[in-house]
């Protein structure tokens, strides 16, 4: 077998993007040899009942013996302990990936732990949803999504390029960066939001309030900017400790953005309040529009749909023919941190929203609401 091909798959962990990535892969390349190591299982059971997969078990050794790609779909941080176990089992010429959302402490494991010809490129799918396990998985989750790869500096090209043109012929969309890049920008634009958005239910939490007004009063708006804080307590847990020393820069400087304005408030300093909040507008306003409008308290409905012509003429026709009426479409290509789909549209009112939720569930859609999510 060449360089450039990939015939036998390794999967570790078959929850929702280990799930998701061999329903991808089979539906991409059906003659492909697919073995499985899980813990659980009851999701061995269910990917070879539905012919997902080839071979599972519960030994890692097994699964990984004849694999010529290898993907770690564990949370991050059981990942190092899985790196090091590759180092005694991983067969000659492979090549092994991750999927956690954080890149250089894993990185800098395999450097340590991998053997010379083993090759490594870390791995973050910037694709999920809010549910978690097999049963949630789905073939499309990587459809229009970023996938970011983080090579060690020793993976040659040919390594590098059968990973991209693999996640590539599963709809996803590779980019290629430096691990400590990756996560200052994540840890920017995930990790912190996620601090943030638990940090401001907690104030509100502890606000005084012996008639629970807080709870009854908060709508759409404070609901969407805190969606996050909902949250798996563990896996941000862990996230934040393998990001720790970028988490720290940037909550340091998210205080100093807020000390900075309570000095304006303190001063009266009307022109600086007004500049603090014209600034962050001008930035917020400039974030490319089809990757959502996270912010806004739209009606919006997420479809999970794949990605194949006439998909979209098949929904808004469905959707016309019953007189609801789309104010706006848009398609996301980060799908890590939505309720599913890559497809959002947005209603006029919350009637629309619910009948279009209706007739598209009734035709086989998956649809999710964002609003839906609890405090």
């Known amino acids: 077998m060449s360089k450039t091909e990939m015939k036998t798959i390794a999967i570790v962990g078959l929850g929702l993007i280990g799930g998701s990535l061999a329903k991808a892969i089979r539906r991409s390349h059906p003659a492909w040899h697919i073995a499985a190591a899980d813990i659980e299982e009851k999701h061995i059971m269910m990917a070879l009942e539905e012919g997902v997969i080839d071979q599972g078990t519960a030994s890692l050794e097994d699964a990984v013996r004849h694999a010529n790609i290898i993907f770690l779909c564990a949370p991050v941080g059981a990942i190092p302990g899985l790196l090091a176990q590759m180092a005694a089992c991983a067969p000659a010429g492979a090549i092994i990936t991750d999927t956690g959302s954080t890149k250089e402490s894993i990185v800098r494991t395999a450097m340590e732990c991998l053997p010379p010809g083993v090759f490594f490129v870390g791995g973050h799918p910037m694709a999920g949803t809010e549910h978690s396990g097999y049963a949630a998985s789905i073939p499309h989750l990587f459809e229009n999504a970023y996938y970011i790869l983080t090579p060690l500096p020793s993976t040659p090209a040919w390594a590098v390029e059968s990973l991209k043109s693999l996640l590539a012929s599963i709809g996803a969309i590779p980019l290629v960066m430096g691990p400590q890049l990756h996560d200052r920008i994540v840890g920017a634009i995930s990790h912190l939001p996620h601090v943030v958005a638990s940090a401001l ?10 008639q629970h007004l807080k709870e009854r009063l908060a709508a759409g708006g404070f609901r969407d900017i805190t969606r996050i804080a909902s949250s798996n307590p563990k896996m941000w847990r862990d996230i934040s400790l393998s990001n720790r020393q970028q988490l720290l820069e940037l909550i340091e400087s998210t ?3 807020l000390n900075e304005f309570c000095r304006y408030l303190d001063e009266g300093s009307a022109d600086k309040i007004e500049d603090f909040f014209s600034r962050a507008k001008r930035f917020r306003d400039s974030l490319p529009r089809l990757q959502g409008q996270a912010l806004l308290p739209y009606h919006d409905l997420y479809v999970d749909v794949p990605d194949r012509p006439g998909i979209i003429g098949e929904i808004t026709t469905l959707l016309g023919q019953h007189s609801i009426n789309i104010k706006n479409l848009r398609i996301i290509n980060s799908r890590e941190d939505e309720p599913g ?7 006029a009112n919350a009637a629309s929203l619910e009948k279009a939720q209706e007739v598209l569930n009734a035709r086989g859609y998956k649809t999710y609401v964002k609003l839906k999510h609890k405090l």
Do not use: E
């Open 201 to 210: 239910v907690n104030t509100v939490q502890d606000t005084d309030d012996p």
């Open 255 to 257: 205080i100093q953005h």
């Open 341 to 347: 789909g890559c497809l959002v549209l947005s209603l």
